[in-house]
């Protein structure tokens, strides 16, 4: 395990003198989760893709909207994660917050101009989030058990994505019934949400990577793409992480459409999302014991082939299997793999690069994003649901069987260089 040393500049006048023992970060944790919750509370997530089909977009034009979206993610991933070690990861979450309310306001005129608009914005704020949060984070886990790190974030990081699915269970529950009185509504909800997360924001201290003034941002990506490329495993992780979220993400969205195809209101729909965030809330608070009880070179491979079964599920055309597939396979997938994916990348990274190498894992995924959603838009507009669905469950299998090859030919690698 890398128990690499905490270098950060916090706030002279909290830890000057102070016993490690005098660490507020209690008292950080619940600011950081007031902050997770607000930014969380998804009222637009159940409703958007709708939102946009009835103002007269097609699937496709929704796919290249979210391909937007992803391009400008991926293209500020890797400054915005130089920006969070550089000049401070608390920054670049207000920025998230500040750019995320703006976006969300353009909603309530939907031209193509201000939606082009919208979504390039909505991928620069996520940007800021990527990288930022789970370093913040880490360094939290360090302050509570720095003798146990690894094992401390693995349990913060499964409560920071518990607190979320509190918000999305809210939000979406609350989202189709805002939506049924005013279409616009749930974007008002989302942005004035996203405004209230900066206030928890400022009882946190600001966190740099970086504490030398003279390094420059190029050095900076070079040292973290090295740190990278030493590490093998974290490329496979890297990768295995980016297939896996992008196909559960593409399905995610395009299935509330399948859902409004079959005749559900949205006030069900938002319940039918709202459940499955409840199950992927139980898996959350189950990952935790669960990354005890399988060693990291089970875990990963089971809950690929879960995520795999699930895709299978889905494709048939029995009701209650698809929904087996989409409220539990699915979702025991995501939830498992995320924060375990996390955790075995930080352990490994150095803190002076760890917001930039955890960008590069957001930017595999918006890179992955930007193939497949406006290609799972077309093939909509062209065929039946359950037939993308196959499609997509062979590719995610190849691709998974790819990268498990690929990760066990870079170890043997890196054994015989040894």
Known sequence: MNNTTINQSLDSSIIEGASPKAIPWRRWLLAYDGFNLSTNTLFTSAIWVIYLASRGYSPLAIGLFEMLFHIAKFVA??????????????????????????????????????????????????????????????????????ANQARRFSRLVSRMYMVGFIGEIIGTALGGYLGHILAVLPFLCRSAFMLLGIAPLLLLPEQKGVTEHHTSPLAHLGKGLKAVWQAPLIVGLLLISGLTSSCWQTIYFYYQLYLHGLGFSLSFIGLIVAASTVSGFLFTGAA?????????????????????????????????????????????????????IVTYINERCPEEQRATVLSLQTGLFSASMIVLFPLFGLGISQVAYSTVYLWTLEGLTAGSIAIFVLMKILKHTQKGGN
């Open 77 to 146: 991933e890797v400054p915005t994660g130089i920006f969070a070690d550089m000049v401070g990861r608390r920054k670049s979450l207000m920025f998230f917050c500040i750019i995320g309310a703006v976006e969300n306001l353009l909603f309530l005129v939907p031209t193509v101009p201000l939606m082009i608009l919208s979504f390039s914005l909505s991928g620069i704020s996520y940007a800021f989030l990527g990288g930022a949060s789970e370093a913040m984070l880490w360094t939290i886990a360090g302050h509570a058990d720095s």
């Open 288 to 340: 935790p014991y669960i990354m005890r009880w399988l060693p990291q070179r089970w875990l990963v491979p089971v809950f690929v082939f879960a995520e795999i079964a699930g895709l299978l599920c889905m494709s048939m055309p029995q009701p209650l299997v698809s929904l087996f597939g989409y409220l539990i396979l699915f979702q025991a997938s995501i939830a498992v793999l995320s924060p375990a």
